[in-house]
């Protein structure tokens, strides 16, 4: 494994992540973080953080369990989150974007919470590979990659962004 990035960097690619968008974004009393289950979630509550510690805003964080919606594995059903999306900004959230596929998935989980009146998405680090036409809103890293290369994000644990070849990890699918 070979590290791109240390817990500093990407903490710090997270603040900025954070301003652009508390800039752009109008309306920030119906703001939402949706973080995909389970590598979106840590990366949301830091954004989360940040608005508290930037703005002193209480918005909320939502984990989004997808497996039941996948196109590319066994699904089974499990449960969303207990919230009304209706007429609220949902800012999606994951570690890694790759293939679209998970952000996808998400997209079908949010249509059955209610109709957002609007879905952006945020991504720590933008890999490349898309297969579907899905493109991040807010992107912390660009990492061009090899596609039996994997990025692994370990913020929980206090590191950072890795680089490692296919089947040295088994977290994930990015």
């Known amino acids: 494994m070979k590290t791109l990035f240390d817990h500093e960097q990407v903490i710090r690619t997270l603040r900025r992540m954070t301003h652009e968008i508390l800039e752009r ?14 590598n979106g979630v840590p990366v949301a509550k830091q954004i989360q953080a940040n608005l508290k510690a930037f703005e ?6 939502y984990g989004l369990d997808i497996s039941g919606y996948r196109d590319d594995r066994p699904t089974t059903g499990h449960p969303l989150p207990d919230v009304n999306l209706r007429d609220r900004h949902v800012v999606l959230v994951d570690d890694v974007l790759f293939t679209g596929r998970s952000v996808r998935a998400a997209m079908d989980a949010l249509i059955d919470l209610g109709r957002p009146a609007k879905v952006t998405l945020a991504v720590l680090v933008d890999r490349g590979h898309r297969e579907l036409p899905i493109k991040a809103d807010y992107v912390g890293k660009n990492i061009p990659t090899a596609k039996h290369e994997r990025i692994v994000v370990n913020l929980e644990t206090g590191g950072g962004i890795l680089l490692t070849e296919e089947g040295e990890t088994d977290d994930g699918d990015h």
Not at 25 to 38: C, N, P, Q, S, T
Not at 56 to 61: A, K, M, N
């Open 56 to 61: 002193q805003l209480d918005i909320p964080v």
């Open 25 to 38: 974004e109008k309306a920030l009393d119906a703001l939402v973080l949706m973080g995909i289950k389970r």
